[in-house]
């Protein structure tokens, strides 16, 4: 087997899975994913983890240090998306996005969990895709110089859809520097594959091939799963270039032990 996965094979894996499988796709109708305009399907937090690794990009390219992502920023940007779809262009007269309640935007970061000095925000409608909208911000002076700002210390992002607005997706991109160069619990530096598959099959990232990776492959298999690049490459276990019901197949047998190793190329099925 390549790589240091662990391999648990148990026909009670299978079981497993086939179960959890069958759970899942009745716990799928959630509105966790969405359609960019690129015409690929994410969840819509992985399409939020991109712009995040973008930004830290562009910081790097001029020589400035990555911001950290926390995860209550994160729940605050996205509620300040949420807001935008009836607030998207009230603004006080210096400029400040207001909340529907017309308080400040800033308003929603509770202070006492995180102590900022400095904040601001960027906000956008109307598209999905991470490219269009981070140059559409880079082309303003204003929000490129909130993204760039030497002083930013953590942001936070949030992106939401909804069907009856006519712009459908809002943008809130937050950034904070916090006083004293304080840090946050659970902040961390976003990374452009939050999944990194140790070896072929292990598709949850976990270091072992259990049924948990079949599941996740049934899934993606009738699209309720979204792989990034490194995760199709796990998938593919015969190294066709294609993932198909053979690969889970496959994955089945090396649960069941009828294969030792992974990947199973098309000479090993000959032979």
Request: hydrophobic share 40%.
């Amino acid at each position: 087997m390549e790589g240091s996965c662990i391999s648990l094979r148990r026909a009670a894996s299978v079981l497993c899975a086939i179960v959890l499988t069958t759970i899942c796709v009745f716990n799928m109708n959630v509105p966790d994913k969405a359609y960019s305009d690129g015409g690929a399907e994410k969840p819509i937090a992985d399409i939020a983890n991109d712009m995040a690794v973008k930004i830290n990009e562009a910081r790097a390219e001029l020589g400035l240090k990555p911001l950290y992502v926390v995860s209550y920023l994160n729940d605050v940007a996205n509620t300040r998306a949420r807001e935008l779809i009836t607030s998207y262009e009230s603004v006080d007269e210096d400029g400040h996005h207001l909340r529907p309640s017309g308080e400040a935007w800033y308003t929603i970061i509770d202070e006492s969990l995180v102590p900022y000095e400095w904040a601001d925000e960027n906000i956008a409608r109307g598209s999905a895709n991470v490219d269009r909208v981070f140059e559409a911000w880079k082309k303003s002076e204003r929000h490129w110089n909130a993204i760039i700002n030497p002083n930013a210390t953590h942001m936070g992002i949030g992106l939401c859809y909804e069907e009856n607005a006519p712009k459908k997706w809002f943008w809130s991109n937050i950034f904070v520097d916090l006083f004293d160069d304080q840090s946050l619990e659970g902040e961390f530096i976003p990374e452009k594959y939050p999944i990194k598959p140790a070896c072929t099959g292990d598709l949850t990232g976990d270091g072992v091939i259990n049924s948990f990776d079949l599941v996740l492959l049934y899934q993606y298999l009738d699209d309720e799963m979204y792989f990034n690049d490194l995760q199709v490459a796990a998938a593919d276990l015969l190294k066709d270039g294609t993932i198909t019901s053979a690969d889970a197949a496959v994955l089945r047998k090396f649960l069941l032990g009828d294969y030792r190793t992974l990947p199973v190329t098309i000479d090993m099925l000959i032979g």
